[in-house]
Each structure stands twice: as C-alpha cells, then as structure tokens.
C-alpha cells in the first residue's frame, strides 16, 4: 500500500512539474502581458516625453537614470507582477538578462534578420510560473538617446548619457530595430 501511495505521489508531482498552458490560458495571459507592457510603456513615455518637451535630452535622461525603475515596480505592483526590460545591448548592468530572456533575444533577433514576424512568448518554468516575453522595438522618438551618433544621437546628448551610464551599449538604433524585451512574470 506505502509503495502505491508513493508511486502515486511521484506520478502526481511529474504531471504537475510538466503542466502545459491550455490555448484558453495562453490568450488569456498573453492579452493581459500585452496590457500591462502596453501601459508601463504608456506611463514610462508619457513622462519621458514630458521631460524631453521641458528640458530636452540633458533632464530626460537623469530622469531615466533615477525614476524609471521605481516607476516600472509601481507598475509591477499595482498588476501583481514583476516586471523587467531587458536588452542585448545594455544601458544599465541593473538590466542584465537571465539567461532565458538571452536567449528569446536571440531568437527574436534570429527570426528578424530571416524576415520573419516576432510574437509574445507565454510559457510556465520549473517552478510553475507563467512567463510573458514580448519585443521592444525602436520606435522614431527613441532615436534621440538610442540612435546613431551624428545622425539622430547627438554627441552631446551621448556625453550626458556616458556621465550617467559609463558602460552604455545601447546606442546604435534605426526605427523598427529590436531594442529589447519586456519579461513579465505573473505572481499567480
């Protein structure tokens, strides 16, 4: 009887571990990442525009630089996730991708330089967490802090940028180019 109890156990804890989205659960998650990246971004870039408008590139990216993480964790708290953007080309160390978010990067990079689209990712990890991954991608107003030097970055504007991230890669854009992800983990 003890070895039928625990043959039980173990084939309930495989079949858990291994759990799958049903396709309902995957819209469902995927519209909801899509909401809450779709508004952090909105909220992110509604108060860089405003700084941008009043100072330019010189009060837009101190800003940057102090307030945009703790307003990415209000957003965070305020649907009950976590939330994380993420890039290749880092501006900030505090962003580093995990290596699964590496990983989606390059797959995404992959599929765009081969013509094709790029989609959100919804998928579970090892600890049954649902995961949504979408790209981030350069959009023309972008282009002022992440653009080319000399032709939408300015040089001076690139020099503010140095003072406040010494290590910055993330220069170098054109429109529609893959600056990075959103990594969206949903707390239940």
């Not at 953007?85 to 962003?95: E, K």
């Not at 579970?124 to 991954?133: G, L, V, W």
Request: charged content about 25%; overall charge positive; glycine content about 6%.
């Amino acid at each position: 009887m003890k070895n039928f109890l625990l043959i039980g156990l173990i084939f309930i804890g495989i079949v858990s571990c291994n759990r799958k989205l049903t396709i309902k659960e995957k819209e469902n998650y995927t519209a909801k990442g899509k909401e809450i990246a779709q508004a952090t971004f909105n909220e992110l870039s509604s108060q860089l525009t405003a700084k941008i408008n009043s100072g330019g590139p010189s009060e837009a990216i101190p800003f940057c630089n102090l307030e945009a993480n703790s307003l990415t964790e209000q957003m965070a708290e305020k649907f009950n996730v976590s939330i994380r953007r993420t890039s290749n080309q880092l501006r900030s160390c505090s962003n580093e991708p995990s290596n699964r978010e590496a990983a989606i990067i390059s797959d995404y990079e992959q599929l765009l330089n081969a013509g094709k689209p790029i989609a959100p990712i919804i998928e579970i990890d090892k600890n049954n967490k649902k995961h949504f991954y979408a790209p981030i991608k350069v959009q023309s107003n972008c282009l002022v802090c992440h653009g080319k030097i000399n032709e939408t970055l300015s040089v001076s504007t690139d020099s503010i940028i140095k003072l406040f991230y010494p290590f910055d890669k993330a220069i170098g854009y054109s429109e529609g180019d893959l600056r990075g992800i959103w990594s969206i983990e949903f707390k239940k």
